[in-house]
């Protein structure tokens, strides 16, 4: 094995473009590990962990790039640095003749003054600083930076309302605005229900179900994690229902989130009640089901919620295939699993889709369900901690991306559980997603596919039948399309799951025994 490192003076690489570069560094012939990232603290913090910091990268600054590349004897490792160049040239010189340029947001401002939206992915040391700007020059703000602070983003949240803009993020992973998806998303059909969501993965999934129904999605509305918290007060999730109820493009509109703090909640369906349009609320893991405002409705996942939404806009449900559970399926893989075979683990890529399976499996299972993403303290497990009983992992957490891409771009990182969980004998279903669309990685399922026939042939060593089942997010319309990777999955008998709710019903009755 070699490893090379190297620092590159000087060279700012904007978090979109190194996750994109890392994943495809890793893809390189020989390479078996490739860490492309700014000069951080916390870089370099990885790097120590992993024992792979030297003096000279931890001489580098926030602006210098770093590369370690780890490959296999016999590689050529001029060949692999050279691959890496051009990716990295690619990305410093333009990628098409349509794209411009710009060093600086006031140089880009300055040639597009009619602009109404500036996306910002820049370091989260200056995303605040860059978010400011753009919002004192009259523009709305999506950030897809993370590591910005709670008083920043309260401070440019509270700029934005006074000024009649939407400040989307920090951290906001998802938007669809007049029809053109964002930073990560899906081809979905236009129509006229529109989404504010403060869940990444949420969004994708209600924005498919509902192009999945027949119906369209006139504007999604990305808030970021922590807009619904005590400290930012749903700022961003108010202004959006206020921007959806004035927009004559909206009939219907669905509030996709994990469950907002009590008094956040309580002012953001005040608003919703004064929408003047049918509202769906699906706060996943909320046990609140009664609403005081008669155009507001609670769902109890995204499925239902986004069937709900259709419905309101008139759709006959007598026309549409709602993918009910099919129990026959059910009582069949109950009977190929062995008595021991009591448990599930989620090893999820989507946060929300982690969460909807969890809540599914807590509602059955209630004090035997674990998880990196738990309410409950008592139930979670850090990053180095055993998976026990039900094990539900969102490996898109901050204690599993520190140096490394979103698992929706490098999925590598659960490749290791998948394989882990069928060496437990009382694991009897892995639930997997796999996100397909914008922003997404080329090929979720093909990355995995050798990692899912390695722990079947670890289960039938054994004598056991493993259950894989398999949820791929995404429309007809996307690249890959949803059949081609539904495919390769059946094909190595995968269970494939027709929706986020569906995955968390269907494994959780897989491993139900009568005692």
């Not at 899906?186 to 129904?213: K, L, W």
């Not at 062995?338 to 946060?351: I, K, N, T």
């Not at 081609?484 to 494939?496: D, H, P, R, S, Y």
Request: glycine content about 10%; overall charge negative.
């Amino acid at each position: 094995m070699t490893i090379h490192r190297s620092v590159r003076k000087n060279t700012y690489v904007d978090s979109v473009s190194l996750m994109s570069i890392s994943t495809k560094a890793n893809q390189i012939d020989g390479v078996t590990q490739a860490f492309v990232a700014m000069g951080t603290a916390m870089n370099k913090e990885v790097l120590a962990n992993l024992e792979l910091l030297t003096d000279e990268l931890e001489a580098a600054t926030g602006g210098d790039l770093m590369v370690v590349l780890e490959v296999t004897d016999g590689t050529d490792l001029d060949a692999a640095l050279g691959a890496l160049g051009d990716l990295l040239d690619r990305k410093n010189t333009g990628a098409t003749a349509a794209e411009t340029r710009y060093r600086t947001l006031d140089g880009a401002l300055g040639a597009h003054p009619d602009a109404n939206l500036v996306l910002i992915s820049v370091n989260g040391a200056f995303a605040a600083r860059e978010a400011q700007k753009a919002l004192v020059a009259g523009k709305n703000v999506m950030m897809f930076s993370d590591n910005v602070s709670v008083a920043d983003e309260r401070a440019l949240k509270e700029l934005a309302h006074d000024k009649g803009l939407l400040m989307m993020g920090p951290d906001c992973g998802t938007a669809i605005l007049g029809g053109v998806a964002l930073a990560f998303g899906n081809a979905v059909r236009r129509g006229n229900i529109g989404v504010v969501a403060a869940s990444g993965t949420g969004a994708q999934e209600v924005s498919v179900r509902v192009h999945d129904f027949g119906g369209g999605i006139s504007q999604l509305i990305g808030t970021g994690g922590r807009d619904l918290s005590e400290e930012i007060g749903g700022i961003t999730m108010i202004d959006g229902i206020r921007a959806l109820a004035a927009d004559p493009a909206t009939d219907v509109i669905v509030l996709v989130s994990k469950p907002p703090a009590p008094s956040v909640e309580d002012a953001v369906l005040a608003v919703a009640g004064e929408a003047g349009k049918p509202v769906v609320v699906a706060f996943l893991g909320s046990a609140r089901s009664e609403s005081p405002y008669p155009n507001v409705t609670f769902a109890s996942g995204t499925k239902p919620a986004a069937l709900a939404a259709v419905l309101a806009t008139g759709v006959d449900e007598s026309t549409l295939d709602l993918h009910s559970l099919n129990w026959p399926l059910i009582e069949e893989v109950r009977g190929k699993l062995a008595p021991e075979q009591r448990y599930v683990r989620g090893l999820f890529c989507g946060g929300t889709l982690c969460d909807e399976s969890m809540f599914a499996a807590i509602a059955k299972y209630p004090g035997h369900v674990w998880s990196n993403i738990q309410k409950d303290p008592a139930f979670v497990l850090g990053a180095h901690d055993a998976p026990r009983e039900h094990t539900f992992i969102d490996f898109g957490s901050d204690e599993y991306t520190d140096g490394k891409p979103h698992p929706m771009i490098d999925p590598s990182n659960r490749l290791a559980a998948i394989v882990a969980a069928a060496k437990d004998p009382e694991v009897g279903v892995i639930a997997l997603d796999f996100v397909v669309g914008l922003g997404s990685h080329t090929d979720p399922v093909g990355v995995t596919l050798p990692a899912i026939e390695e722990a079947q042939a670890i289960a039938r060593e054994r004598g056991h039948h493993l259950e894989i089942l398999g949820y791929v997010l995404g429309t007809d319309l996307d690249t890959p399309s949803v059949a081609e990777q539904v495919a390769q999955l059946e094909a190595v008998g995968v269970t494939i799951a027709s929706s986020s709710t569906n995955t968390g019903l269907l494994a959780r009755e897989f491993v139900a025994k009568e005692n």
